[in-house]
Structures are given as C-alpha cells and as structure tokens.
C-alpha cells in the first residue's frame, strides 16, 4: 500500500503544478485526476462518479489569467481519499458517502483558491526578485528562485488536499449514525442535484460568444464516454 501512497502524493503535486504552473495540459481536471486516484486507491467506480459530479459543477471555471478558479482538483483527489477511507458497507451506503463527499467537495473548493492565490502573490515577490537577479546576472540564485516558486504551488496542492481530508473526515464521522437512515431514503435521487447544479452553471456563461459549441461539445463527448463505460 505505501507505493499507492506514494504514487498518490506524487498525483497531487503532478497536478496541482499541470493546474496552475507547469504543463497546464487539463490533467487536474476532476474527472481525470479523481479517476487516476480512485484507480491508485481501488475505489474507482466510486471515483469516477465523483469526478463527474465535480466537473459537471465547475466546468467553465478554469484558472486562466488572473481569474482563480475554486480548486477542484485538490477537492477531488482529497475527496477520492474520503470515498476509500469511509466506503465498503454496501451498496446504498457507497452512495451515502459518495453524496456527502461531494458536499464536503463543494464546502472546501474555496480553501484551495485561497492557497493557489496565496502561493501566487509569494511568487509575485520572487518574481520582483528574479528581476533583480536577471539585472545582476545571478544565474543560480534566478535558478534557485524559479524552482521555489514551482515547489510553491506544489506545496499548495499538497496542504489543500490535506485540508479537504481533515474536514471531510470530521464531518464523515459526524454524520455517520445517519447514514442507516439516509441509505433508506433512495439517495440516488439526490445525485440528480449534481448535474442540474452544472448544467445551470454552464447555461450561465452561454451567453458569450461561441460557447454554446463548447457545452454541446462537451455534453456529447461526456455522453459518448459514458456510454463506453457502461458498455
């Protein structure tokens, strides 16, 4: 298991740095990151549905620019660490804990945005620094000052992660003498919240221009992946 562990942390630094400073090829985004660490921790049905919900909800939100989006990757692989940690009592109680994740997912998107924003004005100052060591003709120290603020976003991802397990995990357990009663009352009907909660996110950029080709698009592609899933 401590391979998986590892390969777990080497997961969130991978893609919390593809989220914002290195690479940016949409590897962070819920539904491939929740996937690839619900495959790391054998919970990947489980995942997968997760990761869905999670893209559904922030979609058109995408950290570009100076516009910081909620952290949804940190949200989905900490909330994949949640559905491995509190799942196996059967079918109805997976589904249980799948919905609160997903909420616990939703309340804590804000404390990563606070950390990428944080690790961004860190490496404003490094920046103003590197400008110096540029003038100066300091090589290393440009080096040097690069790869902290690489290691910056990296430890962001790493304590937002952290953070969503730690209050997930309290809330879990709080709720846990209700999940006998909440297993009883068809929560698959509450997973229909989820995607209307995306849709009516989505609908509300489609007044820009052009992007009514990205949502069909996307719709169909979601769709045609779906379908490959369930065979």
């Not at 540029?134 to 910056?152: F, K, M, P």
């Not at 962001?156 to 995990?169: E, K, Q, R, Y």
């Not at 989505?202 to 979601?222: D, E, K, P, W």
């Amino acid at each position: 298991m401590a391979v998986e562990w590892i390969g777990l942390v080497l997961l969130i630094i991978f893609c919390s740095l593809d989220r914002t400073a290195v690479g940016q090829f949409q590897l962070g985004r819920p539904l491939v990151c929740a996937s690839a660490a619900g495959y790391l921790l054998g919970v990947f049905p489980l995942a997968l549905q997760l990761g869905l919900m999670i893209e559904l909800l922030w979609l058109m939100r995408v950290p570009v620019g100076a516009a910081i989006a909620p952290d949804d990757t940190s949200v989905s692989i900490g909330g994949v660490v949640l559905l491995w940690a509190f799942s196996g009592g059967g079918a109805s109680q997976d589904m249980v804990v799948l919905i609160l994740v997903a909420l616990v997912c939703l309340v804590t998107a804000e404390i990563g945005k606070l950390l990428d924003i944080h690790a961004r004005h860190r490496n404003e100052e490094r920046f103003q620094q590197a400008v110096s060591h540029l003038a100066d003709q300091c090589w290393q120290q440009l080096e040097r000052n690069h790869l902290r603020c690489t290691v910056s976003f990296a430890l962001s991802g790493l304590v937002s992660v952290t953070a969503v397990v730690a209050i997930g995990w309290i809330i879990l357990l709080a709720s846990r003498p209700f999940w006998d009663v909440l297993s009883l009352g068809h929560p698959e009907i509450l997973k229909l919240i989820f995607p209307v909660v995306g849709v009516a996110a989505m609908l509300a950029v489609l007044q820009v221009r052009r992007t009514i080709g990205l949502f069909v698009g996307g719709f169909l592609l979601t769709y045609s992946f779906l379908c490959v899933v369930n065979g």
